[in-house]
């Protein structure tokens, strides 16, 4: 089902809100839990998600050096979360600690690659982080890099989808935030395509929260966005 390929963010910062959130919208199958909810609510949430059969996107992006990711990957591995989310920018050897720290086994998760955060633009990667590549070639390499390190996915903006789905192949699980339907406001994302056109672009699953959750019927916009991506085909 095209709704399967929907992640909705439960970016809140109370275990009651999280849990008032899962209430309004039992049709969704999948949920991001965030730095924000993790860091407020330890793992609680993790349980409470899977005794209600959701799949989990744990979205906590490890930076730091290989021994200490490998150790935080395998201490997430335990709570059975699909999607688990690390730097790119922690460089290969990280990476490569983190892929064998949760294995090849049926239980672990999918580690997904951050490539450049949908908050950036070119200019502050080129001024702010002194970036000598255009974001586009940038983001492609940082995708490149999770690939060879025995990652599973990466995560890009749909303004990027194209180029790293041709590129990185079909079996390359590509995750866009950064989907805004043409109905709602961009917030402070920067780098925002629809619904549709991030599917036909390449992209495995969509991350989509405002648009759904701060919306004044959000059942009304969760339908309306499904009903969208079924004409996709």
Not at 17 to 36: M, R
Request: charged residues 20%; contains cysteine.
């Amino acid at each position: 089902m095209i709704s399967d390929r929907i992640i909705v963010p439960l970016d809140v910062p109370t275990l009651e809100d999280a849990i008032a959130t899962l209430d309004k919208l039992p049709q969704v199958s999948f949920w991001k839990v965030g730095l924000e909810l993790f860091v407020g609510t330890g793992t609680q949430i993790l349980y409470i998600l899977k005794e209600r059969q959701k799949r989990i996107f744990l979205d906590l992006k490890f930076h730091d050096i290989p021994n200490t990711i490998a150790g935080a990957c395998r201490s997430a591995k335990a709570y059975n979360v699909d999607f688990l989310t690390l730097h790119a920018t922690a460089g290969r050897q990280a990476l490569q600690a983190a892929a064998q720290a949760v294995g090849v086994d049926d239980f672990r998760p999918k580690l997904l690659a951050i490539t450049v955060l949908t908050s950036l633009n070119s200019r502050e990667l080129a001024f702010d982080l002194k970036i000598p590549l255009e974001l586009p070639e940038y983001a492609l390499q940082m995708a490149l890099l999770a690939k060879e390190s025995g990652l599973d996915g990466a995560v890009c903006s749909p303004q990027e989808v194209a180029q790293l789905r041709r590129v990185c192949g079909d079996d390359f699980l590509l995750v866009c935030p950064g989907v805004r339907p043409s109905w709602s406001q961009a917030g402070d994302q920067r780098r925002v395509m629809t619904p549709q056109a991030a599917i036909k672009a390449g992209a495995d699953y969509l991350v989509i929260g405002r648009p759904i959750t701060a919306a004044a019927n959000p059942v009304e916009a969760w339908e309306r966005i499904c009903e969208e991506l079924a004409a996709v085909g």
